[in-house]
């Protein structure tokens, strides 16, 4: 089954809200918890605990792991284990982007279901240009895994880049949105090519009803609300991940609470 195929139907069952883990020095000290790696491990495993088994997918933050070093990724390595086992999809949320040579090695890391990192899905970055990402494109179609490309970030910095003209008169961002519609193009229920665009973008005219699964991040503790995602996103609300980290985390570590902000998320977002 393609990514498109299980994100659809996960997004059917258990709702479209994604929660991102990421374990902030500030956080871990909110909890009670040592700024290290037992903190990293306590926290980040209490988390799946707590939404795994109930949200359609859990977005972990690959920099909050990476920054204790390889004791870190192997802490990674279970955030990921632990929430495929309890029904959850995972997006590893890494933004890598090279050369393709080097983007071959990034989908290697991630998407081959070999790989002590494999997941759902990630994220990348175009901006050494959209066919520097095609190995992770092409490693994702191979293994039934999904892709997710920055194309208008919720980050007040993204629209220097991402709102410049292009030769043919078209925002850099829209233009990375054309290239999903070609890769989305006939694929039912949804393809497996994503797009990263912010709940805080405000207007835009571009057509993000591209027939490929949006992950908008900036719900929540960034200011996006339920109605932001409908304005922006119009016609294509269906296809939209809302993701949120600090909003969910800081109710930690009680894991009901926790997870009633995952239901009450979807029940604001599926109304
Ligand atoms: O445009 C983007 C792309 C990714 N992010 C990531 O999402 C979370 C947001 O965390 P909150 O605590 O809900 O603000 C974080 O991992 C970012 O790296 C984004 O915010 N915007």
Same mark, same amino acid.
């Given at each position: 089954?393609?990514?498109?195929a299980?994100?659809?139907?996960?997004?059917?069952?258990?709702?479209?809200f994604?929660?991102?883990?990421?374990?902030?020095?500030?956080?871990?000290?909110?909890?009670?918890?040592?700024?290290?790696?037992?903190?990293?491990?306590?926290?980040?495993?209490?988390?799946?605990? /707590?939404?795994?088994p109930?949200?359609?997918?859990?977005?972990?933050?690959?920099?909050?792991?990476?920054?204790?070093?390889?004791?870190?990724?192997?802490?990674?390595?279970?955030?990921?284990?632990?929430?495929?086992?309890?029904? /959850?999809?995972?997006?590893?949320?890494?933004?890598?982007?090279?050369i393709?040579s080097?983007?071959?090695?990034?989908?290697?890391?991630?998407?081959?279901?070999?790989?002590?990192?494999?997941?759902?899905?990630i994220?990348?970055?175009?901006?050494?240009?959209?066919?520097?990402?095609?190995?992770?494109?092409?490693?994702?179609?191979?293994?039934?895994?999904?892709?997710?490309?920055?194309?208008?970030?919720?980050?007040?910095?993204?629209?220097?880049?991402?709102?410049?003209?292009?030769?043919?008169?078209?925002?850099?961002?829209?233009?990375?949105?054309?290239?999903?519609?070609?890769?989305?193009?006939?694929?039912?229920?949804?393809?497996?090519?994503?797009a990263?665009?912010?709940?805080?973008?405000?207007?835009?005219?571009?057509?993000?009803?591209?027939?490929?699964p949006?992950?908008?991040?900036?719900?929540?503790?960034?200011?996006?609300?339920?109605?932001?995602?409908?304005?922006?996103?119009g016609?294509?609300?269906?296809?939209?991940?809302?993701?949120?980290?600090?909003?969910?985390?800081?109710?930690?570590?009680?894991?009901?609470?926790?997870?009633?902000?995952?239901?009450?998320?979807?029940? /604001?977002?599926?109304?």
């Open positions: 089954m393609t990514f498109g299980r994100l659809h139907a996960a997004m059917a069952d258990r709702g479209p994604c929660v991102g883990i990421d374990p902030h020095a500030g956080l871990l000290q909110e909890w009670g918890l040592s700024d290290d790696v037992a903190g990293l491990e306590r926290f980040a495993l209490t988390v799946v605990e /707590a939404v795994a109930v949200c359609s997918v859990v977005k972990p933050q690959s920099a909050f792991y990476e920054r204790f070093g390889s004791r870190g990724i192997a802490v990674l390595e279970r955030v990921v284990a632990d929430s495929r086992a309890a029904g /959850a999809l995972v997006l590893l949320d890494v933004k890598r982007g090279d393709g080097t983007s071959q090695a990034y989908a290697d890391a991630y998407l081959d279901p070999t790989s002590p990192l494999a997941s759902d899905a994220t990348v970055s175009p901006y050494l240009g959209f066919g520097s990402i095609s190995p992770m494109i092409d490693t994702a179609r191979k293994h039934d895994a999904g892709v997710f490309v920055l194309a208008l970030t919720s980050n007040k910095e993204g629209p220097e880049v991402q709102a410049a003209r292009t030769e043919g008169d078209q925002s850099v961002g829209g233009l990375m949105i054309e290239h999903l519609r070609l890769l989305n193009a006939g694929a039912e229920p949804l393809g497996s090519f994503g990263v665009v912010g709940a805080t973008i405000g207007e835009t005219d571009v057509d993000l009803d591209f027939n490929g949006i992950l908008a991040p900036g719900y929540g503790a960034q200011g996006g609300t339920p109605d932001d995602i409908r304005r922006i996103f016609p294509a609300t269906g296809n939209v991940l809302a993701s949120s980290s600090r909003e969910v985390l800081r109710l930690g570590p009680d894991l009901s609470a926790m997870r009633d902000a995952v239901h009450a998320a979807n029940e /604001a977002l599926r109304g």
